[in-house]
C-alpha cells in the first residue's frame, strides 16, 4: 500500500473523529456537571440523525446545516429531560442512574424502530463523492464541512463557558457543587442547562454523522461505546480532551481498519483505552484527583 | 447458612419453606412452557446472585458481566467439541478462564486505582473487546457461532451434561440454591463484613486495617467464576454459542437487572428480581400479541418504560420494601 493511501486515510479518520469528538463532548459536558454518565448517548445521536435524515427528505436541507436546528431542539429536550427525569436520579447511587438511562436506551431505539423499521437510511447529497486533491492525496469534500462545523461548535461551546456568565457559573457548578449552591447559584437550572448543551452536541454531531455515514437504530449502542472511550481517552469533564479524544480515535480506528480489518477496528480504540487507564487515569487532558 | 436461618422471623421461614416446595414440586404440576420459563428466573436468579457480590456486596459496578459467561461458555464447550472434554471437567477450565481474565482486569483496575465510572467503563471494554476478538477467531465458529452435537444417543449422558428439560432445570435450582447458600455464608463471613466496609467507604476500611485490594480482589474472583459456571450450563443448555449474543452489552444489562430491580446487596433481592422481570418479559410478549401490538420493538419499548418506572418508584430495590410490607425482615445481629 502507498503512502497517500495511509495519508488518505489518516485525514479521513482525524476528519470523522473531529466530529465524533463533538459527540463525546456532549457526554462529558453532562458528566463533567451534572455527575450522570449518560447512558443513552448514542441513542441520542441516533435520533439527531434520523431528524437530519426527516429534514433531508422534506426540505433538501443539507445534513450539515441541519445540525443548528437540530442541535437547539436537542437542548431543549435535553433541558427537560434533566428537569423531569434525570434529576431525581442526580443523588441516587450509579447503577441507578445506569438503569434509568438503560431504560431510557431501550426506549429510544425500539420507538425508531417501531416508526421507522430496521433499514439502513442513506442521504445523497449533490457534493457526497467529490473530493479535494491536495498533494495527490484525497480528501472528501463533505468530511471537510462536517468536520468544519464540529469545530465551530465546539469553539462556540469553549466561547460560552468561558465568557457568559450562565457558562462560568456551570463551571463553578462543576467545580465545586456546595460552593455554588452557598453563594446562590440556581444548581438545578444549571443542571438542565448543561445536559441541554450536552445534548445539543450530541444533536449537532449525529446531524453531520447523517451526511457522513449509513445509518440504523442499531448503530446507538456503538456510538455510547464509542462516546465513553473517547472521553475517557481524553479525560471525563475535559472539552479540549473530547476534541482530541477524538480525533485519536478516529485515527486510529481508520488506519486499524485498513492494516488490520475493519471488523477489528474497535479493539484498537479499547486497547487505547486501557493503555490509557493504565498510564493515565484521569485521561490525556484530565486533571488529578486530590 | 445457619446465621441466615437463625435471623429470619418465623413467617419468613414458612415462605422459604413453601418456595422451595414448590420450586422442587413445579416439573410436575406445570407444563413445558411454565417450566422453561422457571428455568430462565433461577438462571437469572443464579447470575444475579454472582453480579451482587462484587457490587452488592463490596461496591464495585460491572458492566460486562457477560464477559465471564462467554468465557466459561467458550472453553467448557470449545474443550468438549473439539477435544471431547466433558463439562464436569471442563468447567474448571471454564472458572479458571474467567478468574484469570478478572485478575488482570482486576489488577489493571487496582493497582491504578481505577474506581466508580472508571471501573464500570473498563468493564465494558473488557466485554466488547472479548465480543470482537471471539467474532474474529475462526477456530470456534467466529461471528457465524459455535455448535454443540445433540446427537439423540447421547441423550442421558448426564455426565456430559446431555439430559431433557427436568434434568436442566434441576441443574439450575440446585445452582440458584447453592449461589443463595454461598451469598449467606459469605456476607456473614469475616470476608463479607470486610466487603461492606469497603463499599461503604474504602479510605476508612483502609485505616482500619482490612487490606482493600485483597478483598476487592476476593469479591472479583468469586463473582467471575461463578458466572463462568453459568456459562457453562448455558452453553450446553442452548448448544450454540455466538459472541454477538452471550458477550454482548444487553447479556451484561440482562445479568445485573434482576439484582437493582430486587435490591442492590439484600439476599433475596436478585431472586425477587428474577421472578418478576422474567415472567415480566415473557408475559408483555403474550399481552402485546393479544392486542394486536406484536411488532418488532413493541416489547421492548414497554419494558424499558416499565424498567424506568421502577428504578423511579423504587429507590433500593422491590426486595427491601416487600420484606417490610410482609414482615419478612431479616432480624438485624
Known amino acids: ?290 | 447458612m445457619n446465621e441466615l436461618l437463625a435471623s429470619l422471623p418465623f413467617r419468613a421461614k414458612i415462605a422459604l419453606a413453601l418456595a422451595a416446595i414448590a420450586l422442587i414440586a413445579a416439573p410436575f404440576l406445570v407444563d413445558r412452557y411454565v417450566l422453561s420459563i422457571l428455568l430462565l428466573c433461577l438462571v437469572s436468579a443464579y447470575l444475579g446472585q454472582a453480579w451482587n457480590i462484587l457490587m452488592g456486596f463490596c461496591g464495585l459496578l460491572s458492566l460486562g458481566h457477560a464477559l465471564y459467561l462467554g468465557l466459561g461458555a467458550y472453553a467448557a464447550a470449545a474443550l468438549y467439541v473439539q477435544f471431547g472434554i466433558g463439562p464436569w471437567a471442563g468447567v474448571f477450565v471454564a472458572i479458571a478462564l474467567g478468574v484469570a481474565v478478572a485478575v488482570a482486569l482486576g489488577w489493571l483496575s487496582f493497582r491504578f486505582r481505577i474506581e466508580g465510572v472508571y471501573f464500570a467503563l473498563l468493564t465494558i471494554a473488557f466485554a466488547e473487546s472479548a465480543r470482537i476478538g471471539f467474532d474474529n477467531l475462526a477456530w470456534l465458529g467466529g461471528a457465524a457461532g459455535f455448535f454443540l452435537p445433540v446427537r439423540p444417543e447421547d441423550s442421558g449422558q448426564w455426565q456430559n451434561l446431555r439430559g431433557g428439560p427436568f434434568f436442566f432445570y434441576y441443574l439450575a435450582l440446585a445452582l440458584a440454591t447453592a449461589a443463595l447458600a454461598l451469598s449467606a455464608v459469605l456476607r456473614a463471613s469475616k470476608l463479607g463484613h470486610a466487603w461492606l466496609a469497603v463499599r461503604e467507604d474504602p479510605q476508612a476500611a483502609r485505616a482500619l486495617g482490612v487490606r482493600v485490594v485483597r478483598v476487592r480482589f476476593a469479591a472479583l474472583i468469586i463473582s467471575a467464576a461463578m458466572t463462568a459456571i453459568g456459562g457453562v450450563f448455558l452453553a450446553f443448555w442452548t448448544n450454540s454459542l455466538f459472541p454477538a449474543q452471550i458477550f454482548d452489552m444487553s447479556r451484561s444489562i440482562d445479568i445485573i437487572l434482576a439484582p437493582i430491580i430486587g435490591g442492590v446487596g439484600t439476599l433475596f433481592g436478585p431472586i425477587v428480581g428474577a421472578f418478576l422481570l422474567t415472567p415480566l418479559g415473557e408475559g408483555l410478549t403474550e399481552v402485546l400479541g393479544a392486542v394486536g401490538l406484536n411488532a418488532p420493538g413493541a416489547k421492548a419499548l414497554v419494558y424499558g418504560l416499565l424498567l424506568m418506572g421502577i428504578i423511579a418508584g423504587t429507590p433500593s430495590g422491590l426486595w427491601p420494601w416487600l420484606a417490610r410490607r410482609l414482615g419478612l425482615e431479616q432480624k438485624q445481629p
Open chain 1, 1 to 290: 500500500m502507498s503512502f497517500s493511501l495511509y495519508a488518505e486515510v489518516l485525514i479521513q479518520g482525524v476528519l470523522t473523529g473531529l466530529v465524533y469528538g463533538l459527540m463525546a463532548l456532549g457526554l462529558s459536558v453532562i458528566f463533567g456537571v451534572v455527575r450522570v454518565v449518560n447512558f443513552a448517548h448514542g441513542e441520542f445521536a441516533v435520533v439527531a440523525m434520523y431528524a437530519a435524515f426527516l429534514l433531508f427528505g422534506l426540505f433538501k436541507l443539507d445534513p450539515i446545516a441541519a445540525s443548528l436546528p437540530v442541535a437547539l431542539v436537542f437542548f431543549v429536550v435535553g433541558y427537560l429531560l434533566q428537569r423531569t427525569v434525570v434529576q431525581p436520579f442526580v443523588t441516587r447511587p450509579q447503577h441507578e442512574q445506569f438503569i434509568l438511562l438503560v431504560g431510557l436506551a431501550i426506549v429510544i431505539v425500539n420507538a425508531l424502530l417501531l416508526a421507522f423499521g430496521p433499514e439502513a437510511k442513506h442521504v445523497e447529497l449533490s457534493y457526497s463523492f467529490d473530493s479535494y486533491s491536495v498533494a495527490g492525496v484525497l480528501i472528501d469534500k463533505v468530511r471537510v464541512f462536517g468536520a468544519a462545523a464540529a469545530l465551530v461548535v465546539t469553539a462556540t461551546l469553549l466561547a460560552f463557558f468561558r465568557y457568559t456568565p450562565t457558562g462560568t457559573a456551570i463551571r463553578a457548578a462543576a467545580d465545586n457543587i456546595v460552593g455554588a449552591a452557598v453563594v446562590g447559584l440556581d444548581v438545578k437550572r444549571l443542571y438542565a442547562i448543561s445536559f441541554g448543551i450536552g445534548l445539543a452536541c450530541v444533536g449537532a454531531a449525529g446531524s453531520i454523522m447523517m451526511a457522513l455515514t449509513d445509518m440504523t437504530p442499531m448503530l446507538a449502542p456503538s456510538l455510547t461505546l464509542l462516546a465513553f472511550t473517547i472521553v475517557i481517552v481524553g479525560g471525563l469533564g475535559s472539552m479540549v480532551g473530547a476534541l482530541f479524544g477524538g480525533l485519536l480515535i478516529g485515527a486510529a480506528e481508520a488506519l486499524a481498519s485498513v492494516i488490520v480489518s475493519p471488523s477489528i477496528k474497535s479493539m484498537v480504540s479499547f486497547a487505547l483505552l486501557v493503555l490509557v487507564l493504565a498510564l493515565r487515569p484521569q485521561g490525556l487532558f484530565g486533571k488529578a484527583e486530590t
